[in-house]
T-cell receptor, first 114, second 115 residues
Framework: DQQVKQNSPSLSVQEGRISILNCDYT??????FLWYKKYPAEGPTFLISISSIKDKNEDGRFTVFLNKSAKHLSLHIVPSQPGDSAVYFCAASASGTNAGKSTFGDGTTLTVKP | DVKVTQSSRYLVKRTGEKVFLECVQD?????MFWYRQDPGLGLRLIYF???????EKGDIPEGYSVSREKKERFSLILESASTNQTSMYLC??????????????FGPGTRLTVT
């Protein structure tokens, strides 16, 4: 049973437009969500996170939206740049005794065309 | 900056060999993790350690063991390598709070090929 799902394996957008990456989760115990970016031949790097007490978190061109009732989050990149081309992983964590571990989605490969 | 280093970027081993993958972090993080990444399967947690000599199984621990004798070092051991363990292995570390979560910092990965 996959608890964190990224249903789009790939996404292609034009430079300057908005990129929207989606993530769904099933475990209602998850209360902290993170996005990571991964370039080829490198490890993932942390991008942005959101706690379940919020529904939006913004950091420069990156905004994460959380819809708890739908168990859905999305990452918006505006404007998209060619350097944003990478694999994006959504991850979810639960507080309390299980804190520290994250469950990752399968990733979405974003291609931003110049 | 947090630095997580892994002993090898590329490794080729034969079936049945014992394989050691080493990971070192320099930020005094309590938590350390080993994942494997396979196409279409994302990052799957193999083992997790929240303190020296402490470990927890992740989602796919079969065929692997780990060792954490020092806080900064977390080793992944393949007791008898098999071809289905050919993969990208990623080590990560993070702070450990009181029931809180923090972002993980990843090493560059080790591409292991078992022939």
């Amino acid at each position: 049973d996959q608890q964190v799902k990224q249903n789009s394996p790939s996404l292609s957008v034009q430079e300057g437009r908005i990129s929207i990456l989606n993530c769904d989760y099933t475990n209602s115990m998850f209360d902290y969500f993170l996005w990571y970016k991964k370039y080829p031949a490198e490890g993932p790097t942390f991008l942005i996170s959101i706690s379940s007490i919020k529904d939006k978190n913004e950091d420069g061109r990156f905004t994460v939206f959380l819809n708890k009732s739908a168990k859905h989050l999305s990452l918006h990149i505006v404007p998209s740049q060619p350097g944003d081309s990478a694999v994006y992983f959504c991850a979810a964590s639960a507080s309390g005794t299980n804190a520290g571990k994250s469950t990752f989605g399968d990733g979405t490969t974003l291609t931003v065309k110049p | 900056d947090v630095k997580v280093t892994q002993s090898s970027r590329y490794l080729v081993k034969r079936t049945g060999e014992k394989v050691f993958l080493e990971c070192v972090q320099d930020m005094d993080h309590e938590n350390m993790f080993w994942y494997r990444q396979d196409p279409g399967l994302g990052l799957r947690l193999i083992y997790f350690s929240y303190d020296v000599k402490m470990k927890e199984k992740g989602d796919i621990p079969e065929g692997y063991s780990v060792s954490r004798e020092k806080k900064e070092r977390f080793s992944l051991i393949l007791e008898s390598a098999s071809t289905n363990q050919t993969s990208m292995y990623l080590c990560a570390s993070s702070l450990r709070g009181q029931g809180l979560n923090y972002e993980q910092y990843f090493g560059p990965g080790t591409r292991l090929t078992v022939t």
